[in-house]
């Protein structure tokens, strides 16, 4: 194996021996193996990083049991290697930095809090993962050696932000030529060559593969080594898709000048200045002479149409830039229901750190379903069966520490209420006490309000939604109260009335079923659309969903309902529909409602077609890396084909390519789609690639979802994810895409 790929791909892992002989030559091994990289990271002196490096024997902890384990960082610096001794595949014993949302320390996870009390908090520190996979609880011999984890990890997911997409693909292809390698000769015979393909998702044509093969054995030895093994991997990524556009418009030179990237960023829609072309080819030229005389090759071209400014996702619409400063109610926000559980309704888990995901996925509207608990302490789960049951005040506190982390818009607490009067008092005494002054407990300005206060108003609160005392009914001595006036006196702008289709108070709100707001936005959808430009609603899934399956939030977005609750803890294309609403302004869980939705004498009706419309013309031109869907069967290729949704104002519009055949690493359509897309404010795209059964229903491989407004035409790459919305990194789609009226 070439020096290049032993310092990227981190060479061949042994198997973990406990003498300390051995493990003192891995260390060794690593660290000069890893040099180069960790150079190029500015992390070789790191000494956080270093004692990753050496490897440490760490606790793991679960629920009743625990066992101690050697972990330890490779030297590609992306990938952790941990000791086990399951049967389990090699690719199960490794932990990719890329897929770490986020480092705890000390006791701030659910299982630590629990199983972990009998390891000092200072020497704990908890790891989550993007998407459901469960944390991963540790404990270090020390708090130096805990706290030298925490800060190493976080200095490795910082340098993994800023990784180009080249740096990922390398990333992705180590395990592979490992696999492939079988006999740990740092040679490829061309029997692993081939295995080598299949792993990677491609099926290959025999001869064609010898013929590379043999171009690539520049020795004449039936082995690639060295930098042979090199030019067959260069060979396999050749992309002549990108090489025909870079003929185009480079000419006969097969060198791109500033002014004729000029005129590239022209047809892509781009901000098309000298001064731009210029910037963007020192930026990612990688020949320093041509970068000397503003040049740009084709690998470097590659490398610009892979970065974040070739994405397909509007790079300005990642940060907050919309108004934040109109009512609440102007705006879609982020909404979870049944937001304690971490999967079905009926028989699963309750748990804090599912509020934890659900605002590090932007979240901003949680549920809490508070019921009598034993010991005067109320509890929260779901009411009448199996699902276990969590401390009130612990949901509180878990709120408290993680609402603000991602976003600093206000966050509103949707009380389900089946508490007596007494344990309500209690709920009201955590409220108050844990969340301090983050908890709006009386209006901002002292006085009833008119209009509801604005996001940026109302940064870093608390809101709570539930009934309100009817202080003229108390007076009268009216029925039995069943809302405690400590409680009461709490809910301030979200208060839970029935919903009136005459205009009410703006701090009242109602709240729909599924089912029963259909039937309102099929009747009276203007009434609808006009009362939520006033006043906030909640929709929530109907509850006969055992599974805690999700219903489409597009058609309660389109009459202008803000709090749009879905199960988070399910992922499906409803869930990709709500990602891809608020990937929008910023991640930041508000998305400002388009004009016509916020106007107060809006005619709009969501239930007839407007004469806004727009065609989307996609070019399907090929896809990158696509995962491998079974990989206990290496024989087993994907054959795909990608669909084009739109979810908008009337019915869904789709349109597919073909299926390719026995290719997800490289498969190539150049297929062009048109689809119409009404009222395109309001409407989202999304890409979805499958794999083809003539025989069965068709397999998921991956999705993007986007809002169309966020759209940026000409020739992109769609990075896509997996079902629970994690990346799929380095598995891309490109396209080229216009926008144009009917």
């Known amino acids: 194996m070439p020096s290049y790929w032993r310092t990227m791909c ?29 150079k190029k990271m500015a992390l070789s002196d790191d000494d956080d990083v270093n004692t990753l490096l050496r490897g440490s024997m760490l606790w793991k902890i679960k629920h009743g049991w625990r066992q101690q384990r050697l972990y330890r960082l490779e030297s590609d610096g992306m990938t952790i290697w941990y000791q086990s001794r399951s049967k389990r595949a090699r690719s199960k014993q490794i932990i990719s930095i890329l897929h770490i949302e986020s480092v705890r320390e000390g006791h701030q996870s659910e ?147 500033a002014e004729e990237l000029q005129e590239f ?58 108004d934040m400063t109109q009512p609440l109610c102007q705006y879609f926000i982020s909404s979870s229901h049944n937001t304690y559980l971490t999967n079905h309704q009926l028989v699963g888990n ?51 520490d993680y609402a603000f982390k991602n976003s600093p818009y206000p966050v509103i607490l949707s009380l389900e209420n089946h508490c007596g009067l007494e344990q309500q008092v209690t709920m009201a005494h955590h409220l108050r006490d844990i969340l301090g002054d983050l908890l709006v407990s009386e209006p901002l300005d002292n006085m009833e309000p008119t209009v509801l206060p604005s996001p940026e108003a109302l940064k870093g609160k608390i809101l709570l939604k539930g009934k309100k005392v009817n202080e003229e009914e108390e007076e009268e001595g009216r029925t039995r109260l069943d809302t405690a006036r400590e409680l009461s006196d709490l809910v301030v702008y979200c208060q839970t009335v029935e919903y009136r289709e005459q205009p009410g108070k703006v701090y ?37 969903r055992a599974n805690s399956s ?14 749009v609750a879905l199960n988070f803890q399910t992922p499906g294309y409803k869930m990709d529909l709500n990602r891809g609403r608020f990937q929008d302004n910023g991640l930041c869980g508000y998305v400002l409602k388009p004009e016509f939705l916020r106007r107060e004498d809006s005619d709009f009706n969501p239930e007839f077609l407007s004469s806004d419309m727009k065609i989307l ?16 069967k290496p024989n087993s290729i994907v054959d795909p084909f990608v669909r084009v949704e739109i979810h908008g104002v009337g019915k869904r519009r789709e349109q597919e390519t073909k299926y390719i055949l026995n290719n997800g690493f490289n498969p190539f359509w150049d297929e062009e789609l048109r689809l119409e897309v ?31 407004p966020s759209l940026k035409e000409g020739y992109r790459h769609v990075h896509l994810q997996s079902k629970d919305g994690s990346s799929l990194s380095p598995a891309t789609l490109f396209v080229h895409l216009h926008i144009k009226d009917p």
């Not at 597009?554 to 803000?562: D, L, P």
Request: aromatic share 10%.
């Open 111 to 257: 299982g630590l809090r629990k199983h972990g009390r009998r390891f000092p908090e200072r020497c704990c520190f908890s790891i989550s993962f993007t998407g459901r996979r469960k944390n991963l609880d540790l404990a270090a011999a020390n708090e130096q050696e805990a706290s030298s984890w925490v800060k190493g990890l976080q200095k490795l997911m910082q340098h993994v932000v800023a990784m180009t997409q080249k740096e990922k693909l390398v990333h992705w292809i180590r395990d592979y030529l490992h696999q492939a390698d079988r006999d740990g000769d740092d040679k490829m015979s061309f029997q692993e060559v081939k295995d080598l393909l299949k792993m990677i998702n491609i099926d290959m044509n025999d001869m064609y593969a010898y013929n590379l093969f043999k171009k690539c054995d520049k020795s004449n030895t039936d082995t690639l080594e060295d930098c042979e093994i090199e030019e067959f991997c260069t060979q396999l990524m050749h992309r002549p898709e990108l090489e025909e556009i870079f003929h185009i418009y480079s000419g006969e030179d097969r060198v791109l000048s």
């Open 350 to 400: 309750s748990s804090t750190e599912s509020y934890i995901r659900a605002f590090m996925d932007g979240c901003r509207c949680v549920e809490l379903d508070c019921w009598e608990g034993p010991g005067g302490e109320p509890v929260i789960y779901h009411g009448h069966t199996l699902t276990s049951k969590i401390l009130f005040k612990d949901v509180i506190t878990t709120i408290r």
């Open 617 to 632: 013309i996609v070019r399907i031109i090929s896809a990158q890396q696509l995962p491998k869907l079974n990989k206990e």
């Open 550 to 563: 999700n219903y489409s939030p597009q058609e309660m977005w389109n009459a202008g309902c803000q709090l």
């Open 678 to 708: 009404f009222v395109p404010q309001l409407a989202l795209v999304r890409f979805v690639v499958e794999d083809y059964d003539k025989a069965s229903s068709n397999d998921f491989i991956g999705q993007y979802t986007l809002p169309f």
């Open 265 to 322: 960023l022209q047809h892509q829609g781009e901000e098309a200045t000298l001064e731009r072309a210029r910037k963007i080819i020192q930026k990612y030229e990688l020949n320093e002479t041509a970068r000397q005389h503003d040049l740009m090759m084709q690998e470097g071209f590659m490398m610009y149409l892979l970065s974040a400014e070739g994405d397909i996702f509007n790079q300005d619409h990642r940060k907050v830039y919309q």
């Open 508 to 544: 009242e709100m109602s709240s729909f079923s599924e089912d029963k707001v259909r039937r309102v936005i099929k009747e009276t959808g203007n009434t609808l659309v006009r009362y939520n430009i006033r006043q906030l609603s909640r929709i929530y899934p109907d509850g006969l």
């Open 10 to 38: 981190g060479g061949r892992k042994k198997k973990y021996q406990a003498q300390p002989e051995v493990v003192e030559q891995e260390v060794q091994r690593t660290r000069n193996d890893g040099l180069r990289a960790f």
